[in-house]
């Protein structure tokens, strides 16, 4: 029995003192209404209504039934509207996860302008370039630059960021300025590490449709992406990034672009999200917000 459909019809036959009246303002066959008033007694082990020939008599525990009823009802009838103004006007709070440089060099400049048309929702970014739990920290979306299959994330949108590969004039001044990846004998890298104790990451360069790998020796290792590139601008050697991540830098002429014709593979971006079937307004705004920003860079 739909308990919901039967507190309506209880507190409809109470207050039009009538099965039938209450089956047709329902819209629903007499024999329904009355069906169920006795499975909802049976249920609940009490006389809700005495029926005469004349009337409808509550009794006292239909009168506290009615009246809890009633209180329920309006509860769900607020929730509802409740969650339809939160279609019109999302509110509440929002929290996103993504690498450092997402957020410094595009997400916070661009959100001014989410905030002015979400005035109600607030934003909380947290920024770090490793993996975290979703569930555990209460994130309820995450920008990342490595797939996550094993968390089982849903993923929003998808975007392929334009790397290069840089260095700072300093160490192009020391080691030359490499043309191609066939002439980096001699030249190092910064070596950048995922996750602690792992190998670093190797350079790419694309090449007539094709992907070439080249592993330098290190002077330094690092993890995080402003310690790659400070230690890129400090002379430590060549180090690829987005170039976004890098626009400050490149503009200063802190960093210096090289190799621009193979330059390394598009850094893919993934929007994703715990799994679930109901995604709430306010998260709802800003994955499509996201997603329509990562769609911008991609085409820049």
Known sequence: ????????????????????RAAEDLNLPRATVSTTLKRLELRLGV??????????HITDEGEIYYHRCLQLLDALAETDALFAHQRRQPQGKVRVDM???????VVIPALPAFTARYPQIEV??????SAIDLLHHGVDCVLRAWPSAEEQLVTHARAALPQVTC????????????LSPQALAGHRMVGYLFRP?????ALEFRQNDETTVV?????LNVSGADAYIAAGRSGFGLIQAARHALQRELAAGE?????????????PVWLMHPPGRFIAPRVRVMLDWLAALLQQMEAR
């Open 1 to 20: 029995m739909d308990q919901i459909q039967a507190m309506r019809i209880f507190t409809r036959i109470v207050e039009l003192q009538s099965f039938s």
């Open 47 to 56: 006389r809700l209504l005495v029926r005469t020939t004349r009337r409808l």
């Open 99 to 105: 690498p450092h440089s997402l957020a410094r060099e």
């Open 124 to 129: 909380t970014i947290t920024a770090n370039d």
């Open 167 to 178: 260095a700072s004039p300093g160490y192009l001044a020391e080691y030359g300025r490499p």
């Open 197 to 201: 104790g792992q190998q670093a990451e």
């Open 215 to 219: 592993r330098l020796p290190c002077a």
């Open 255 to 267: 960093l210096v672009e090289v190799m621009a014709e193979t330059a390394p593979p598009p850094m």
